[in-house]
């Protein structure tokens, strides 16, 4: 009989290098040693925040293009969709949350790094759409590395579309929150990650635009230990809220029930 445990039983964590047995972890997927989180799926993370089984996903039936031909592109996405499931990466529907009603969409890392391309441009436009048409808020969960480099300037564009889509969904007077995770960073935190009318961050959060490393690299300032985290962001006044994992959902339902829009769900 083998006395060697399960493979994926036990994981170093990224932190402090400590050995955690996936029990450990626990739903909130945090070490119970130097209180690090590890990064969510879009699924784990609609699981998370979500009332059970109240979330309705819009059917997403437009595929991603390779429109420049980009090399090795075809091969990299088709791998990303086999090790997360997803057809892009991100995840947009309606939901409930502590009772309240409202439009959510949710972006994967762990499909090429939650990159903003295309499609997931036109996905976001879905959302605020069908947040406008049913009169509901608009919930953005962030996790992205920034715009997709294999699609090029149509990558860029939509950072455009979008912000001119949200300013229709402020002219109709319906709340976006966005809620920023870890890694929110390049053309996302450049672009929309900021417009909410409500803008909040999960502890632990890596926020920026350019990495640590390349600003360095370029200029000879000497960063501050927790640059780019988002307690430093919150201290100077980028963020309204820094929130930890188990408290996000109930900070959430509280802020949609302030609002007014939508109703609980009972109602």
């Not at 595929?63 to 592109?73: E, K, S």
């Not at 762990?110 to 036109?122: C, D, K």
């Not at 109930?250 to 609002?259: I, K």
């Amino acid at each position: 009989m083998s006395h060697y445990p399960s493979p994926g039983t036990w994981s170093a964590c990224p932190n402090c290098g400590r050995h955690v047995h996936q029990r450990q972890w626990g739903t909130d997927q945090q070490c119970p040693y130097c209180h690090y989180w590890r990064r969510l799926t879009a699924t784990q993370r609609i699981q998370q925040l979500t009332d059970a089984e109240t979330f309705q996903p819009f059917e997403m039936p437009e595929r991603t293009v390779d429109r420049l031909a980009f090399p090795d592109y075809p091969a990299k996405l088709q791998r990303a969709k086999q090790e997360t499931g997803l057809s892009e990466a991100i995840i947009c529907g309606t939901a409930q949350i502590a009772q309240q009603s409202c439009v959510l969409a949710v972006m994967d890392s762990h499909f090429m790094m939650g990159t903003l391309n295309t499609a997931v441009t036109r996905r976001l436009l879905y959302a605020s759409e069908q947040a406008r048409a049913r009169q509901l808020p608009l919930v953005i969960v962030t996790a992205s590395g920034g715009a997709r480099m294999q699609e090029g300037i149509y990558a860029l564009v939509g950072m455009n579309l979008i912000l001119a889509e949200l300013a229709r969904l402020a002219q109709d007077q319906l709340p976006l929150i966005t809620v920023l995770t870890d890694p929110t960073m390049g053309g996302v935190s450049a672009s929309f990650a900021f417009e909410g009318d409500l803008v909040l961050a999960e502890a632990g959060a890596k926020i920026g635009f350019a990495g640590a490393r390349v600003i360095q690299q370029t200029t000879p300032a000497d960063l501050p230990a927790d640059f780019q985290t988002a307690d430093q962001l919150f201290e100077n006044g980028m963020l309204d809220a820094v929130v930890e994992r188990p408290h996000l959902k109930a900070y959430l339902g509280r802020t949609l029930a302030n609002y007014g829009i939508g109703g609980r769900a009972d109602g």
